[in-house]
């Protein structure tokens, strides 16, 4: 009997050395902004792998921001170092998808069944659709609030506690924060890198970018022409410096700027590096038309591009986690983007008392009423389009165009890189 029991065992071991428990399937995940999102990948990547010990998911070097990451999905889409996975920017699903570079998500979730009972909304899906495929399944959102150095307002007779609501009320504080001296800056306007800062203000005053079959420019109305006027007056009158966004983002938490305006998605690091250096605040930001505007949804989704089967259900389980509850858990306190699930919003055992014990969160949570999706441009030439904009938007902060001539030009050439139909 004892020898059975020791042959047996030897079996055994023999056979849980030779024979993996489970077979384990890989997936290569690729993200944007490792700034904002190293730490909630790392979190949501441990609890995926210890929730689903069969999948093990590793990290492509991370993109610095949504443009790098889009155009290096479209050098290694179909080739071998394409990520099973990726994270895009909300305006770029239009641009991989008229590629056919993502897999559709609906079959996944038609499979499921039950998306609405997860949290995912048919307003939170649409975030990720497109032409009515499921591109991806939005992951972090944001829409853009007001930073205030409550101190800096204080100190030029301002009232922290009741913020600016209009622009004029922002660019004269800023104006009087400015004529301090002492190399303090009135304000920080985020306008670098990508169209959707100029989007703020475009949507916010009423207007939209192309017209409604796409077949020209519609930026340069009215809408647009007080957008470029306002950055105008930001630098002419409120101080706006030639900021690079490194050195905004510096100046901003050294207590050197009273107002900032950017993502919600850059507040918990804002909050780590202010510290206890100056009192922060946030506040809606300013609509140049407060009855007709709207704010555009930053930031990115899911998006499954293996197309492997077996690969393809377990990116679906990933990418369902963490545009899930548990992922919008670690998104939200872990940036400063809204929560894209509702579950996650409501419930107490993810984000149900968060806003009550963290009022600086508040500001994109109570905007979420007024987002509407970021523009995406048609063709293959939405990137180019976006440098445009940018481009002729900082010739109005360097002093070197005026509003409407920096507009124009930047109309005229985008309506040369939109597609001919």
């Known amino acids: ?18 024979m993996p428990a489970h077979a384990e399937t890989t997936l ?23 929730e689903n010990p069969d999948i093990k998911i590793t990290f492509a070097n991370p993109s610095a921001t949504y443009e790098e990451g889009i155009q290096t999905i479209m050098r290694q889409a179909g080739t071998a170092e394409m990520p099973d996975v990726t994270f895009i920017g909300l ?38 659709q497109v032409q009515g495929k499921q591109v991806g399944l939005a992951f972090a959102t944001s829409n853009p609030i007001m930073y205030y150095n409550a101190d800096l307002v204080r100190k030029v007779g301002g009232n922290p506690d009741q913020p600016p609501k209009t622009w004029d009320e922002v660019i004269a504080l800023s104006s009087k924060i ?13 306008w670098q890198g990508d169209d959707w800062m100029f989007s703020a203000l475009l949507f916010g005053a009423g207007g939209k970018m192309l017209n409604d ?85 930053g930031g990115n989704a899911a998006v499954m591009l293996t197309r492997d089967a077996e690969k393809q259900d377990a990116a679906w389980k990933f990418i369902k986690f963490a545009a899930g509850p548990y992922g919008a858990s670690v998104v939200v ?21 968060f ?43 360097e002093q070197s165009a005026e509003p409407k001539e920096a507009l124009d030009d930047a109309a005229a050439e985008v309506e040369g890189l939109l597609p001919r139909s």
């Open 333 to 353: 306190p872990g940036t400063g983007y809204v929560p894209n699930n509702e579950l996650a919003a409501k419930s107490p055992d993810y984000l149900g008392n």
């Open 213 to 297: 079959d796409e077949s020209s420019v519609a930026f340069n109305g009215p809408e647009g022409v007080k957008a470029f006027e306002l950055v105008d007056r930001m630098v002419k009158e409120g101080g706006l410096p030639v900021f690079t966004k490194q050195a905004g983002e510096q100046a901003f938490v050294a207590g050197k700027v009273g107002f900032a305006f950017q993502t919600t998605g850059a507040l918990r690091n804002t909050i780590k590096n202010v510290g206890d250096k100056f009192d922060l605040r946030t506040a809606h930001i300013p609509l140049i038309d407060p009855v007709n505007g709207k704010l555009p949804t």
């Open 1 to 18: 009997m004892t020898y059975l029991k020791k042959a047996l065992a030897a079996a055994a071991v023999t056979l849980s050395v030779s």
């Open 355 to 397: 806003y009550k014990e963290n009022p600086l969160f508040r500001a994109g949570l109570e905007q979420m009423p007024l987002m509407q999706p970021w523009y995406a441009f048609p063709g293959s030439n939405g990137v180019k389009v976006t440098q445009t904009i940018v481009e002729n938007l900082s010739r109005v902060v």
């Open 28 to 50: 290569n995940v690729h993200y944007p902004m490792p700034g904002f999102f190293k730490d909630v990948m790392d979190t949501i990547s441990k609890k995926f792998m210890e």
């Open 91 to 128: 305006n770029r699903l239009r641009m991989v998808n008229e590629r056919d570079i993502p897999v559709d998500l609906t079959p996944f979730m038609a499979k499921d069944g039950n998306m609405a009972e997860q949290g995912f909304s048919d307003n939170i899906l649409k975030l990720a």
């Open 178 to 190: 400015k004529a301090l001296g002492d190399g303090n800056e009135g304000i920080d306007f985020r």
